[in-house]
Structures are given as C-alpha cells and as structure tokens.
C-alpha cells in the first residue's frame, strides 16, 4: 500500500516489480488520483489530470486490473520534516474498492490482512464518493488535483 500516487512516481518501476502478475497495489489518496476516471462508463474515461499524473507514469507502470483504489481517514500533522503526530479518532479507516465500484474477493482478503494490523478497513462499491465529500470540502487542499482544474467540470454528472 502506497499513500500518495506522486511520492511514487520516481519509485513506480521498483514498485511494479514487486508485485506478483495476479497481485493488487492499493493507492490510497485524499484528492483525486490518476485512476479517478478509469473503468467508468464515462465521457472522461481516458482523461488524465495533469497535476497528477503529468506525464502518464503512473498509468504506463500499473495496469489498472491491478490497483484497488482507497481514501485514507487518519488525521495526521506534519511537526517536523521527519516527524508526523498521528491523531487517533473514531473514525479512522482505509476505504478501499475496485475501480470500477464492484465488491470483490480480493477485497474482502485485503480487508482481512489489514484488520488484523488494527486498522480498520471499510469495502466501498462507492469508491469515489469520498474523494468526491473531500473535494467539496476542501477544492484546493486535496493531494491530488486542485479546485482550478475542476471548476465548470459537473463531476458527477459525467461519472
């Protein structure tokens, strides 16, 4: 599981040879991530953002049959370079879901491998509908795309 697409695009060959050919990489983001408009019956199917994906790595180096999509919710500040204070709440979990928005056994077998860590872990078939509350909370604080690229863009009117 890798938490944030750009700190993985220098690393995202190594990444992909990690994972086995029937394997899942999760790519849990606050914003919107490369995959945002994959898998859907869509007008923007195929549409890359450029803030996040600029160059189309990420999309080249994991095939998309392979990446589970999640948001995380775990309050975290940033002190120091190097040192981040974790803010336990009751609503800390990782929502994960397929692509496009159906529930999976895979799921359910990562939902079981990271529960057993502690973390709690919610299966969507939803997958977007958090990314979409956090970008109407917070347009131009997400990690992924700003509000700018999205203004005038009816979002869920196209997916």
Request: proline share 6%.
């Amino acid at each position: 599981m890798i938490n944030g697409t750009r700190q993985c695009l220098g690393a995202s060959t190594h990444i992909a040879g990690l994972v086995s050919r029937d394997g899942a990489i999760i790519l849990p983001q606050n914003g919107l991530s490369y995959w945002y408009f994959e898998k859907l019956g869509s007008p923007l199917r195929g549409s890359r953002l450029a803030s996040v994906a600029p160059d189309g790595t990420l999309t080249k180096t994991f095939p998309l049959d392979a990446v589970i999509g999640g948001v995380v919710n775990k309050p975290a500040n940033l002190v120091e370079p190097g040192r981040v204070r974790l803010a336990d709440q009751p609503g800390d979990r990782i929502e994960i879901g397929e692509l496009d928005n159906r529930v999976t056994p895979r799921l359910a077998a990562i939902k079981s491998g990271i529960e057993s860590s502690g973390w709690p872990v919610h299966v969507t078939d939803g997958l977007r509908d958090p990314h979409q509350a956090r970008i109407s909370a917070s347009r131009s604080r997400s990690c992924g795309a700003s509000g700018q690229e999205l203004v005038g863009l009816e979002m869920r009117q196209a997916l």
